[in-house]
């Protein structure tokens, strides 16, 4: 060719430099999308990824219970809590008279 540099707008490029290996670009869009997991922080706090919350059915707020199951694997349930499973569930067994002489009894 005879030429040892190109011009392009606001930028020159010398030949010599160019190498032979391809040049990849990623789109910075995809990078972020990729899961690379959560890391443990020194006070044993983990950020669960937003995806996985999504996909568990969890929310912001919620209690969640921990369990180990393996070397490696840590389990997370939501948290049941007893009182809200069975509060109400006796309604109608006991009639009024009778509730408000067991009540007097705690007296």
Not at 36 to 48: C, L, N
Not at 51 to 78: C, F, I, K, S
Request: glycine content about 8%; charged content about 25%; hydrophobic content about 40%.
């Amino acid at each position: 060719m005879g030429c040892e540099s190109i011009a392009t707008p606001n930028l020159w490029i010398n030949l010599s430099d160019l190498r032979a290996e391809p040049l990849f670009f990623t789109i910075m869009e995809n990078v972020k999308k990729v899961n690379r997991g959560a890391k443990i922080s020194s006070k044993h706090q983990v950020t669960i990824p937003q995806e996985a919350m999504r996909n568990a059915g969890l929310e912001a707020g919620e209690r969640l219970t921990a369990r180990a199951d393996g070397p490696g694997r840590v389990v997370l349930e939501r948290e049941v809590d007893i009182l809200d499973l069975y509060a109400g569930s006796l309604t109608g067994v006991y009639d009024g008279e009778t509730l408000a002489q067991l009540r007097d009894e705690w007296d």
